[in-house]
């Protein structure tokens, strides 16, 4: 018999099924089709401008910086003045993505922009997020083509743009975008939550930022929240 | 892995009296105060306990079904998905798949199942290196030495020992340079992993979670580490045992809403990674192979029995955290990979009760333990039911079988019991009145070996009792 059958045999045995059973079938069928929440806390639950308050806090909280920029054609510039307060050199890596594709980077003449996968020399990356959770502050990315999964872990800062709009109140609203743009049941390859800066705090207790991750998350969210 | 819980008595002692442990946890766990206070952030934070508790016990019940939907959809993504019954088995099929790709290095994320297969040994007999990366993890991989806790495995270490093992172990830096605060350490482990992450060949690592909904695996890190490891290897395997499966996406919500709390105190972690199958098509990075190994190794039998609950575990760590034992003698005194209250039920289970059965005994039933976990397990209980086996299969000691039969021959004749304490207690009333405490007491050096033995202030309780209801 194969590990798989014996496994299968084992849980069915100390289960005491047959795993033929119909209600159980329909009970699991019923489960994975439908996914009911479980309890969302009030605190993801919020109108719009409340819950876009509650994010920056909870990115805050998460030793996250923040920025709103009202206007999209600013985004460049801000990014590029981002840089000169943190005295980072003027050149960002970022992902094909449409929506950093068509921002107004000739505008920031100094800025050097590069496109494509990280080789672990970049030192700022930018990417768009798919979307964000109030209740922690957390940015939901996902790879792609246009998304490198390596340019949200190798450049030691991490600025990622993210329209108003696209901030919900709970996990749950994303799961169902998820759904929605990548069809039941189906994932991107991954799906980074991302909640603050890179830490550790396994030497003596002593939480430090920086650990093999980006030292530096910056959000710039763009537009209104409505 | 090495089993010392049968020396579990020699351990606490040895832990007792090792200076540097002491020093590192006198530090006490910070854990504790900030698990309260993001308790106390959000309100909803017991039914959270209640709802993470209920999808569990869903899960193991149809655990079965789950498991099917989970292969299915892990597959329609092209990832692979190997089973393996013992511990053997797993460690054979992570070296078949790093071998036919002539793999040199493995990096890993924390995986407590690759501590609990024993895999980095066997990695290292075929000639594989492997590497780990979570900074805690490293730094007791460079001391061979097993994980302390299970989320903060170097929690025993002070950073001098860290800087000697970096002086040591990095030769190759200059010997002048300052390694005096955790953050040089830290950048410099940062250096030393980065090269690591960029020449490994596989990335091996845990799941926090398995998503029969869609076939995916979380890992739950606050480093980043998990996904440099699972990102730029062309090989990404995920160790993961029988009980990390969950339903559906929205289920996965309520627990992670429940374990960074119970664990580091933080509302959320910091990366939380949903993965599943390998690269797509047109992706311009992650791994080209996604490899998930299910392992059993005694679970699928502890399923339906009376030791079933503690498969609901989610490995927050919270039970040793709150656990006075634990923070008097530290993890490694448990002698097995999974130390604590969670150690002391699931350890028996896994290697048998004849080899661990001081762990259950290793505890004072205060219950702290069962009061934080996210997903209530009833660990004093379960604690209990062990040592009820133990007694029962003639396994505990001959002068506790012997000391039970003498209080159970007393507790069984009430009129002869109240006579012997009360008399008992009458001379001990009388020899100790004048010091109040007992230096020394036949039949009790056990207890009068490390502590004093307090002198009865009167009548017994039973006495007291009767006076009070009358």
Redesign the interface.
Known sequence: M???D???G???R????S?KEAP??K??GD??AQ?????????GQLAAKERLALFRT?VE??SGSIDEIADVADVPSAIAAFLRAHNLPMAVRR?GDPRLAALPWERERTLEVSV??S??KDVVAVSHAFGAVA????LMLV???DN???L???PDTHVVVLDAKDVAG???TL?QR?REKFGD??????????????????????L?L?????RRLHVMVVGKSE | MTLTSPQFKDNARAALADAQLQRALSKGLGFVERRRLAAERLPEFEALRDGARDIKNHTLAHLDLYLEAYEARVIAAGGQLHFAVTAEEARAIVVDICRKVCAKTVTKGKTMIAEEIGLNDFLEQNGIQPVETDLGEYLIQIRHEMPSHIIAPAIHLNKDQVEADFRRVHSHLPKDRNLAEPQTLLTEARGVLRERFLSADVGITGANFLVAETGTSIIVTNEGNGDLTQTLPKIHIVLATIEKLVPTLEDVSTLLRVLARSATGQDMSVYTTLSTGPRRPDDPDGPSEYHVVILDNGRSSMLGGGFAEMLRCIRCGACMNYCPVFNAIGGHAYGSVYPGPMGAVLTPALVGIDKAGHLPNASMFCGRCEEVCPVRIPLPRMMRAWREREFERHLSPATVRSGLKFWSFFAKRPALYGLVTALASRLLWLFGRSAGRFRRLPFAGGWTRHRDFPAPQGATFQAQWRRRRN
């Open positions: 194969s590990a798989r014996l496994i299968f084992s849980i069915r100390s289960l005491g099924v795993g159980r079938r009970t699991v489960r994975l996914h009911p929440a479980g309890l969302v806390p009030a605190r909870m909280a998460a992902g494509g996968r080789d672990g209740e922690s502050g957390t790879s792609g083509p490198p999964t390596t949200n872990f190798l709970d996990y749950e799961w998820l049941r189906l994932m991107p390859r991954t799906v980074n939550l991302i909640t603050g800066p890179s830490r550790s705090a396994d030497i003596e207790q002593t430090i920086g650990a093999h991750g980006p």
